[in-house]
């Protein structure tokens, strides 16, 4: 089994504001796309809530103490029972958030595929957890822009 997280990050690792995303980049939903097509997802049920529809082509895996979702969707009360059902899968599996989740997550996972992106938001509500860098080697991917916003598609592969 694999786990990749998949985030976009401010300069302070805003990920954030009000349940939902603080910077609409059009480029960047259409790299989380063409990254996570045809996988299986894993978030919070605080992300799942903030998705305007499941997304397609994706099996969604939703962590939550509720069972209150359409059976499209699996569902696990806690992250141990999902580890050991995936433990002998040869799947990459994308940890898509939000802030509870890839803290959860940070020390699994193998790949880190972050959106750096070149702004800041004083009043953002969650953040990606801190790692320490030098356990990864760091490959930038592509440079990218929206709305005049800068930001580059980063991948940390653990060393
Ligand atoms: N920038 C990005 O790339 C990115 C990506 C994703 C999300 N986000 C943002 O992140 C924010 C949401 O993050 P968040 O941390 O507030 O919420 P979250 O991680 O999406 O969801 C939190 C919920 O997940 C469930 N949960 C988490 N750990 C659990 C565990 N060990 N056992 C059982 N249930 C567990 C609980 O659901 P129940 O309350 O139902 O029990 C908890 O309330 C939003 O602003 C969203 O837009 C940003």
Redesign the pocket.
């Given at each position: 089994m694999s786990y990749s997280i998949?985030?976009?990050?401010g300069k302070n690792r805003e990920?954030?504001?009000?349940?939902?995303?603080?910077w609409h980049l059009p480029n960047d939903l259409k790299f989380f796309r063409e990254v996570t097509t045809g996988k299986t997802i894993i978030?919070?049920?605080?992300?799942?809530d903030?998705l305007p529809k499941m997304l397609p082509n994706r099996k969604h895996i939703?962590?939550?103490?509720?069972n209150n979702f359409n059976s499209e969707v699996k569902v696990?009360?806690?992250?141990k029972q999902l580890l050991l059902d995936y433990k002998n899968s040869l799947e990459e599996l994308f940890v898509?958030?939000?802030?509870?989740?890839?803290?959860?997550f940070i020390d699994i996972a193998d790949k880190l595929y972050l959106?750096e992106v070149d702004a800041e938001c004083l009043d953002a509500?969650?953040y990606?957890p801190e790692f320490d860098k030098n356990n990864y080697e760091k490959t930038i991917l592509k440079e990218n822009e929206d709305n005049g916003i800068k930001y580059k598609h980063v991948l940390y592969k653990k060393l």
């Open positions: 998949i985030a976009a990050i990920l954030g504001k009000d349940n939902d995303l603080i978030m919070g049920r605080k992300t799942f903030s939703v962590i939550s103490s509720s696990y009360k806690d992250i898509i958030g939000g802030a509870s989740i890839y803290k959860q959106t509500s969650v990606f």
